[in-house]
């Protein structure tokens, strides 16, 4: 039998229009009825239960490093669990997609990451997929940097991390207990989020990390995801017009700053089909 999973989903959001004062009912309500949810996290948490057991953690807190931090030291000190599967609360996933992506990440023993749009629908949340594809058992490809919406990281990926980071009391007057592992940065001259910042963190270990391929996601309902060769499929003729359009900028950008335009390696944004 696999071990349970750690599922974890930041709902700072739902906490805020719904008040402080009556979140902890709210939430109550919503484990209750996850498949019924208004939101995307609680939905694809209750698709994760139909894969295994998940020890569920809900971080309503504001600042995400932080809260993404705390929840690293909690499935690391707190449970047995041998994969965390992070959501954010605005992207979904069947049972499916999180059991390839928990499959691979169990075989690999790293990341596994969901590719999708951004909440712009002009760009993808990834840097830097490449072939060729790998089968883990199911299709990845290795990536650099990925957004942390839907991602699978084995214990031992986490383990490692931590190891080589500072930590900080998650509570005024509690232990060290929490490993700053999801940092913001600076890189090549951009600002970075936390997600790219363990990424980055992750590619000086020289720990591995995967997109998972032929896996639809939704993120703010837009439904995206890469095929077999690594290339964009959209869903809707206007949203992948509108990505379209976000890659050719970038790449003109990138074009003016290095007088040598390259075309964008992992996206074909003019193949459509619903998915």
């Not at 059991?99 to 169990?106: A, T, Y």
């Not at 590719?115 to 760009?123: E, I, L, Q």
């Not at 940097?145 to 990926?157: I, K, P, Q, Y």
């Amino acid at each position: 039998m696999s071990a349970p999973l750690f599922f974890s989903t930041f709902m700072y959001s739902a906490c805020k229009v719904v008040g402080a004062e009556h979140w902890q009912d709210v939430l109550a309500y919503e484990l209750g009825h996850l498949d019924n949810s208004g939101w995307h996290g609680f939905r694809t948490l209750g698709q994760a239960r139909r894969v295994g057991e998940c020890v569920a953690y809900v971080d309503a807190s504001t600042y995400i490093d932080r809260a993404r931090c705390v929840a690293a030291g909690q499935f690391l000190r707190q449970t047995q669990c041998d994969v965390w599967l992070t959501c954010d609360d605005d992207v979904y996933a069947d049972r499916d997609v999180i059991g390839k992506l928990v499959d691979n990440c169990r075989v690999s023993r790293g990341l596994c990451a969901l590719p999708y749009m951004n909440r712009d629908g002009a760009s993808m949340t990834f840097r830097k997929v490449t072939g060729p594809t790998v089968w883990q058992p199911h299709a990845a490809r290795i990536v650099d940097r990925v957004g942390m919406g839907l991602v699978a990281m084995h214990r031992d990926f986490v383990t490692i991390l931590a190891t080589h980071a500072p930590s900080f009391r998650s509570r005024e007057s509690g232990p060290v207990d929490s490993p700053f592992i999801f940092q913001n940065g600076v890189e090549d001259g951009h600002f970075i989020g936390e997600d790219f910042g363990v990424c980055a963190l992750a590619e000086r270990a020289n720990l591995p990390m995967h997109v998972l391929l032929d896996a639809p996601g939704q993120h703010m309902n837009l439904c995206a995801m890469l095929d077999l060769d690594g290339q964009v499929l959209v869903q809707g003729d206007a949203h992948a017009d509108k990505l379209a359009r976000g890659v050719a900028d970038k790449n003109a950008a990138h074009a003016a700053q290095t007088l040598t335009p390259e075309p964008d390696p992992v996206t074909n944004p003019g193949r459509r089909r619903h998915v």
